[in-house]
């Protein structure tokens, strides 16, 4: 009963490279959640997907960020010319069920996260 | 807004004795509170919960939680600390009135647990 899968793990790109972070959820979940650990922070929210729908993208940085969720695959968290800034642990969540109300009995299963180094 | 404040960043203690870590809410209505702990290089897992059922939440590895309206704060709490349980822990409340389900995370609290 595999949880939820992050690739890869670890992840070096240099400036101006492009930057894709894989997250399978636990199976039959359909709703993906996507956050950023800066060092020293707490995670911060970034996005939100169901299946082939972006719900909220209210943490996404305006430029260069980009994320989906296809009816067949994993998510994608896609970072387009990286920066420095951009080094930190990226964490994919997923839950069985999305609505506030409903999720409290089947929270968010993170997955082990994507450390993103720009060099 | 809803946002939460964890008062340590770093807490250290002896093996065997008492954790308390602080966490404080802010929420302009009832709010749903969390626990999460990280270890190492790993990702995130639920400690415990808070869903206004019952103000004292008991969670995995001995750790339980008293939600305190009147003070708006969530401690964590174990009895007898464990070489084991020292992590980053995370205080979270769930923001919106909607159906995002989005985590509000705190800045986090260095548990060090010394032999």
């Known amino acids: 009963n595999a949880g939820v899968m992050q690739n890869p793990r670890h992840l070096v790109r240099r400036r101006g490279q492009e930057a894709r972070l894989r997250c399978s959820p636990m199976k039959g979940h359909s709703h993906v959640y996507w956050y950023r650990q800066l060092p020293e922070e707490g995670l911060k929210f970034m996005v939100y997907l169901q299946k082939e729908n972006i719900i909220d993208e209210s943490g996404m940085p305006k430029e260069r960020f980009s994320a989906e969720f296809p009816k067949e695959g994993p998510s994608i968290l896609r970072i387009q010319q990286v920066v420095r800034g951009d080094s930190a642990a990226y964490f994919c969540?997923?839950?069985?069920?999305?609505?506030?109300?409903?999720?409290?009995?089947?929270?968010?299963?993170f997955g082990n996260g994507t450390r993103l180094t720009v060099t | 807004a809803q946002s939460v404040t964890q008062l340590d960043s770093h807490v250290s203690v002896s093996e065997g004795t008492p954790v308390l870590l602080r966490c404080n809410y802010s929420?302009?209505?009832?709010?749903?509170l969390f626990w999460y702990v990280q270890h190492p290089n790993k990702g995130l897992q639920l400690l415990l919960k808070?869903?206004?059922?019952?103000?004292l939440v008991k969670g995995i590895n001995g750790f339980e939680a008293e939600f305190k309206k009147s003070e708006t704060s969530f401690h964590l709490t174990k009895p007898s600390a464990h070489m084991s349980d020292a992590a980053e822990y995370f205080c979270v409340v769930i923001l919106g009135s909607g159906n995002t389900g989005k985590l509000i995370f705190g800045q986090g609290t260095t548990l060090q647990v010394k032999p």
């Open positions: 808070y869903t206004s059922a019952a103000t």
């Open positions: 969540a997923s839950s069985l069920e999305g609505e506030k109300m409903k999720w409290y009995n089947s929270p968010l299963h």
């Open positions: 929420s302009s209505y009832s709010p749903s």
